[in-house]
């Protein structure tokens, strides 16, 4: 069974940063033959998508909000998917969620995941 744990997240003033983690693990599980993505979801929202790559990470998107802030990453050895934030605004506040899907392509529809963490709160607040 694939299981997810994200870390990172916390409390951070405007303009600062986080990185978030999360560590993929499993019978067989091997991190190179999925695409991969974080999403968020803050209170009275519904789940978007902030940044996701294809299999190889030659592929990328980012949602609107986040470009140029944000920065996603992955270490197949660790099986390990980051995100790197910064300059971090208050409506960046959410729970924040990695995702992993067993297909070699690019999409960031979260409806087309089926692994996910359980979530790490991210506050933006002074």
């Known amino acids: 069974q694939l299981q997810l744990v994200e870390s990172g997240g916390g409390l951070v003033q405007p303009g600062g940063s986080l990185r978030l983690s999360c560590v993929a693990s499993?019978?067989?599980?091997?991190?190179?033959?999925?695409?991969i993505g974080w999403f968020r979801q803050a209170p009275g929202k519904e789940r978007e998508g902030v940044s996701c790559?294809?299999?190889?990470?030659?592929?990328?998107m980012y949602a609107d909000f986040v470009k140029n802030r944000f920065t996603i990453s992955r270490d197949n050895a660790k099986n390990t998917v980051y995100l790197q934030m910064n300059s971090l605004k208050p409506e960046d506040t959410a729970v924040y969620y990695c995702?992993?899907?067993?297909?070699?392509?690019?999409?960031?529809?979260?409806?087309?995941?089926?692994?996910w963490g359980q979530g790490t709160q991210v506050t933006v607040s002074s």
């Open positions: 499993g019978s067989g599980f091997t991190l190179d033959r999925y695409a």
């Open positions: 995702a992993v899907r067993r297909s070699a392509g690019l999409n960031c529809d979260f409806g087309s995941y089926d692994n």
């Open positions: 790559t294809n299999v190889n990470s030659y592929h990328i």
